[in-house]
Structure formats: C-alpha cells, structure tokens
C-alpha cells in the first residue's frame, strides 16, 4: 500500500483498543506459519501489551508435571538463562485443557500465583461435540460441572479484591443453559465464553455468565470482528478495521442491554 493508505490504517488501528478490555490470539493460526508465525504471535502479544490490554493466550495447553511447568513458563513466566531473566512470551492469562488432572495444572496455578497471572481451563467448551465427554455423567454429575468444581478448588488460595480467582473457566456461549448453571455453581470462578457471533452464540444467553453485578465473564468474538466486513454490503476489504470497530460497538451494545 502507499504511505497516504498506510498512514490512513493506522489512524484507524489507534481507535481500536478503546473499546474493549482484553485480545485473545490463537497460537495455532500463528504456529502454521513456523518459528516466522512464533515471531508474529509475539509482536502481537507485544503490541497489545503497548496498549495496556489483557492478553489471553489461546494456547490450550496441558501435560505431565514438568511439560507443564515449561508451558507455563513459556507463556505465562520468565525464564534466567546465564545471568539474564527473559520473558518468553508474556501473556496475561493462558487457556489449558486440564485432562491430565492437578498434574497439569498445578504447575501453571504456580507460575500465575508467582507472577501475578491467570488460567482458565477447559470446562465446557463451546464446539458442537463437546457434549461426546463433557456431558457424560460421573456419580450423577456432568463432567463439565466436576471440572467447574476443580476450578473452584484450584483457584481457592487466589482469589481477589473483587471475589475471583486466578483460575478461570472456559463455557461457551453455544451451551446458555450450563452457562447459567455454572454462573450459579462456582461464584468464584471468572469465565472466558467463547461461541458468540460466528459459533451462533447470542447476547442473552451470554447474559447468564455474568453476577448480579455485571462482572465475572469476558465475551469473546473473532471471526465476527475480523471478518465483519464481508457482511456489510459494498464494504471493500481495506475498510476491514472500520468494519470491524462497527461490529465490536454493535456487540458491546448488544451484550449490555441484557446487564
């Protein structure tokens, strides 16, 4: 692009960060790319950082004791190497998928009580097949709803000024119904919904993940803001971050009038 469009571009990715609190890029859409998309991932990390937002790493990660340990030290800690302490990636917060139980999860509980971070962990998930293990019932109680529990539990000794902790939980918007119940079961619990917009999620089903309040839940959206201007009629793609500021007002207003 010439310099007068480019100039233009960023005028308009300097109104972006205005209007929301937190970005959660997916490493999975960077690593494709190799060590060059890893380079991406951090510039990204590093931008939103610049821009005092929350980063939420959508890592998904979770393994044996110490595989663990060195996720969480990747993304959520510093490493020393000789005398020098480097910060690998230096995500806010990171998504972990907790099927290999404390193991897994316990070194990451560590590093964020250590560094002043936050996880949140795989409860009920928003895809269409999540239901094929997280709806099957243990002693009369669904798996997601045991995993909310162990939520409760892991984030207990790290729970904050306004009542939650630093172990957080992904429900997705797909499934309002245990939304709401979990909403109800783990007061302490902070949610990560995804599934709104593109999934088929809607704003008063999301409702249901917030307290009395109107805290306790971030709402996430991505392919319905990155790609909002393929929906609006005669918007060229070089007005996508036009568009996409006019998406993220529309689900804000969207969202709050069910608060």
């Given at each position: 692009r010439d310099s007068s469009t480019s100039r233009g571009l960023g005028d308009v990715y300097k109104r972006q960060y205005d209007l929301i609190p937190a970005v959660k890029p997916q490493i999975a859409m960077y690593e494709q790319f190799g060590i060059p998309g890893l380079m991406a991932f951090k510039k990204t990390v590093d931008y939103c950082k610049s821009k005092d937002l929350v980063i939420i790493g959508d890592v998904k990660r979770g393994d044996i004791g110490s595989t663990s340990a060195a996720y969480a030290t990747a993304h959520l800690g510093k490493i020393k190497v000789g005398s020098k302490e480097y910060t690998p990636f230096g995500e806010d917060f990171a998504t972990v998928n907790p099927y290999l139980g404390s193991d897994g999860v316990n070194p990451f509980a560590d590093v964020c009580k250590e560094q002043k971070k936050g996880l949140f962990i795989l409860v009920k998930t928003s895809n269409p097949s999540s239901g094929e293990l997280q709806d099957r019932l243990i002693d009369g109680k669904p798996v997601y709803e045991i995993m909310g529990e162990m939520c409760e539990n892991w984030g207990s000794r790290q729970i904050g000024a306004y009542g939650y902790s630093a172990?957080?939980?992904?429900?997705?918007?797909?499934?309002?119904?245990?939304?709401?119940?979990?909403?109800?079961?783990?007061?302490?619990?902070?949610?990560?919904?995804?599934?709104?917009?593109?999934?088929?999620?809607?704003?008063?089903?999301?409702?249901?993940?917030?307290?009395?309040?109107?805290?306790?839940?971030?709402v996430?959206?991505?392919?319905?803001?990155?790609?909002?201007?393929?929906?609006?009629?005669?918007?060229?793609?070089?007005?996508?971050?036009?568009?996409?500021?006019?998406?993220?007002?529309?689900?804000?207003?969207?969202?709050?009038?069910?608060?």
């Open positions: 172990v957080g939980a992904v429900v997705g918007a797909t499934y309002p119904e245990q939304l709401a119940e979990l909403r109800k079961k783990l007061p302490h619990t902070l949610f990560l919904v995804p599934g709104y917009g593109a999934q088929g999620g809607g704003a008063q089903g999301v409702a249901g993940a917030f307290d009395e309040n109107g805290r306790g839940a971030i996430n959206s991505s392919r319905a803001i990155m790609c909002a201007w393929k929906k609006e009629e005669n918007c060229p793609e070089t007005a996508f971050a036009e568009a996409a500021r006019r998406e993220a007002i529309r689900m804000r207003d969207d969202i709050t009038a069910y608060l």
